[in-house]
C-alpha cells in the first residue's frame, strides 16, 4: 500500500513538474508578454551562442526537423518533421535525404525551396561567398561533404562518413534554415524566416516584438496574435514586473533558486518549474604553462573539489554531479553512478581525496610551508563569480593559494585565447545533449571553443568512433569511457551542473521547460492564453 | 556683459573641443572593443573573422583618422552608425533624450520645489522639533542610495497595489505623463532635494544673522517679509548654484533609476553602448551630456547676473 502511495505521489509530482500544461480547446488571440534578460547584440540565431538570440528569435523560424516542442528530454525519438516532410538514410548511412514541404513561404512572400536548404549550410560550412560574422557551430558540419538539392523540395547531407547525431544537431533551435535572397547582415536585424511568428521590430535595450504570420503553413497556428519581450537586465524590476503580473512568463531557465522562494511567496498562483538546463560549471586549465603543465597539479586540483559544498551553497542542494554529459535521468547519456564514483576526486568520501591531493602536490615541491599562488580568472558575472570564490576556498585545503581575478566581458576570451591565465572559471552550456556536438565542441584538437587547446588524438580516435556508431548502446558504452578518460586528464573539470527556474502565469498553456537544453524550445507555435 | 558672454561662448567651444579629443582616447584606450564583444557571444575569438569586422566597421584605421571622421560627420549632422543596431546613432539616440530631459527636468523641479522651502523652515525654525525631523529626512536623502530608494518604491507599489508603474515613453495626457515620470523623478530628486534643503537651510541661517536683517526687523518689518524678500533672495545663490551642480551630477542618479524603472532612457543607453563598446553611440552620446552640463554651467553663471545685481562680469 505504502509503495503505492509513493508511486501515486511521485506520478502526481512528475505530472505538476512536467511544464506541460494543457486544458481545454485552445484560445486564439492575445499577446504573450515575457521579459527579456539582456540586450541581444542581433537577431542571428547562426552567428550567437547565448539562448539571449534564441528565446526571442526561434519563433520566427522553421528548422527542418525539431525536437517536438512538448516533450522536456530531447532525443532521437522526439524529432519530428518541420520543413522536411520527411527525411531517409542510404543503405550506407552516409547520405540523409530530406523531402521538404511546398507550401511554405518566407514571411516577405517569397517561397521556399531546397536552394534555401543549401545555402543555409553552405554558409554554416564556410563554402558560401557570403559569410556569417561569426560561425560558432561550424564543428558540428564537419562531417558533411556538401549539401545537393534534387529540385526544389529534395535536399541531402552528403557525409564523410555515418553520423548518426547529425539529425539531431539539426533538430536544435541554434539550427534555423535562413533565406537565400536575405543577407547575413539583414538577418542582424530584420530576421525573415517561415516560422509561426513575423519579426516586427527590435529596440536595442528595449524591446523585442513578434506578430503572427497569418500565412504559417501549419493551418490553425500560432493560437498567440504575437509575442512581446521587454528587455530588463535588472534582474530585481524583472521579477517584481512578474509578480506584480506585468509579465505573463519570466525568462526561460532565468530565475534562480533563491529567487523561486520569492516568487512563489509573492506570486502563489504563479506555475513554476526547475529543470536541469545542460549547463555545467567547470574550470578550464592553462595546461601549457607552469604550475598546470604538471599532471600532478592537475590530477590535485581534481581531487580537492567537494563538489556538493558548491551545489549546497550556490542552489540549496538544487544541482547535479556528473562528467561532461549532463548527469541521468534528464541527461541521456551520463555515466552511471559508480562508474563516475571511480573517477579521481568523484568519490564520496571528500578529505580522503584532499589527502591524496596533498600527497600528488608535495610531490610537485608544495606543502604547509610553501603554498602555490595562482589567480582564478573569471568573468565579471554573478554566476561565474560565486563559484570562483567557493573554489578558491576549496584549494586552500591543498596548499594552493589562489586570488580571484575577475576579467571584463571584453576581455575574457581574448584572454583565454592568449593563454593568459592560470586557472579559469567557466560556463559551457550545451545545446543539443549528444557528445558529437559536446565532445568536438569543447574537446577536439583545433577547436574554436576548445579553450584550453586540450588535444589528445586517443581521444580523437574515440571521438570519432562513438560519432559514427550507430548501435546505441555501444555508442554509449564508448561515450561512458570518453568521459570518464576526460576526467581523468583533467581536461576540463567539470564542477556541477546546474538546474534553473521558470514560471509562467496560470492562464499561459502549452509552455514545456526542455531539461536537457536551454536552447531548443522556443517555437511557441501553439502556445496559447487561457484568457 | 557681452564681452564676458563671447568669452565664454568661446571657452565654452574650447572645452567641448577638449571633451571630444578625451572622450574619443579614453574609449580607445578602455580594454576590448565591439568585435571582441561580439565574439562572446559566439564563445570564442578568431583573430582573422575579427580583423575583417574590425576593418568592415572602421576600426582598423588610425585614431587621429577615425577622430577626423566622427568630428567631420558631427559638424554635417552625421553622428555615423550603431555597431549594435546597425541604426544611425542620431536615430537611437533622439527619440530617447525627451524621455531622460523630463525625468530629469521633473527631478530638478522636485528638488527645487521641495528642497527650498523645506530649507528655509528648517533655518527659521531652527532647532525646533520641526527643524530636527527636516535635517534627519534631508540625511537620509544623502544616505539612501538612488537605486535602493527605486526598488524600494517598486516593492511597496507591487505590494501595496499589486502593480508597478509602466513606462509608457509616450503619454497622452499630462496627468499620465506626470503619474508615470513622478515617481522615479522623486527616486532620482530626492538626494538633490536633501542637499538644496541643507544648502538652502546653512545659507539662510548665514544671512539671518546679518545686520541688515537685524535693521529690517528693526524697522518693524514682518517676519515672512523679513524671510522671504529679504533673507532667502540673497541666500538663495549658493542654492542656484548648487542645484547647477547637481543637474549635471543628475545623470549617475539617472543611471540607476533609470535601470530599475526600466525607462528607455539616455542614461541606461549609454551604459548598454558603454558595455557593448558601441563607440559611434557612447561618443555622441558623451558629447552631448557635455554640451547639456557646459550650457547649464552657462545658464547658472547668467543667473548670478540677473539675481544679484551687485555681480558684473566683464564690464
Redesign the interface.
Known sequence: MRSVQTLAVAVLSVLAISGVSHAGEPKSGGILRIYHRD????ASIH????Y??NVPFMPIFNNLVIFDQHIAQNSVATIRPELAESWAWSADNKTLTFKLRKDVKWHDGKPFTSADVKCTFDMLMGKSPQKF????RKTWYQQVNDVTTNGDYEASFNLKRPQPALLSLLASGYTPIYPCHVSP?EM??KPIGTGPFKFVE?????SIKLVKNPDYFKKGLPYLDGIEF?I???R??AI??F????FDMTFPTEVSIPLLKDVKS?DPKAVCVVEPNNVSTNIIVNSSAPPFDNIDIRRALALALDRKAFIQIMFEGQGDIGGTMEPAPAGLWAMPKDMLESIPGYGPDVEKNREEARKLMQKAGYGPDKHLQIKVSTRNIAVYRDPAIILIDQLKSIYIDAELDVV???????KV?RKDYSLGLNLTGNAVDDPDQSFYENYACGS??N?TNYCNKDIEKLFDQQSAETDINKRKKLVWEIDKKLQEDVARPIIFHARTGTCWQPYVKNITIMSNSSYNGYRYEDVWLDK | MFAYIVRRLFLMLVTLFGISVIIFVLLRVVPGNIVDILFDAAGFVDPADKASIERELGLSQPIVIQYLHWIGGLLHGDLGYSYVSEKPALEEILPRIPITARLAGLALLFSAAIGIPLGVISAVHQGSRLDYVLRVVSLSGLSLPAFWLGLLILMASVSMFGTMPIFNPNPKTWLEAFTIYAVPAMAVGFRSAALTMRITRSSMLEILRQDYIRTARAKGASEASVNYHHALKNAVLPVITVIGIEAAFLIGGLIVTETVFNIPGIARFLVEALRWRDYPIVQNLVMFIAVVVVVVNFIVDMLYAAIDPRIRFGD
Do not use: C, H, M
Not at chain 1, 540586450?39 to 542581433?42: D, E
Not at chain 1, 560574422?133 to 560558432?136: D, E, I, L, S, V
Not at chain 1, 509578480?243 to 506585468?246: A, D, I, K, L, T
Open positions: 540586450s541581444p547584440g542581433s552567428e550567437g551562442a547565448t539571449s538570440i560574422r561569426q560561425n560558432p547582415a542582424r536585424t527590435f529596440k536595442a535595450n528595449e521587454t530588463i537586465p535588472n530585481s524590476t517584481l514586473g509578480v506584480s503580473g506585468r509573492q571584463d566581458t571584453a576581455q575574457w576570451f581574448p585565447a574554436e571553443r579553450y
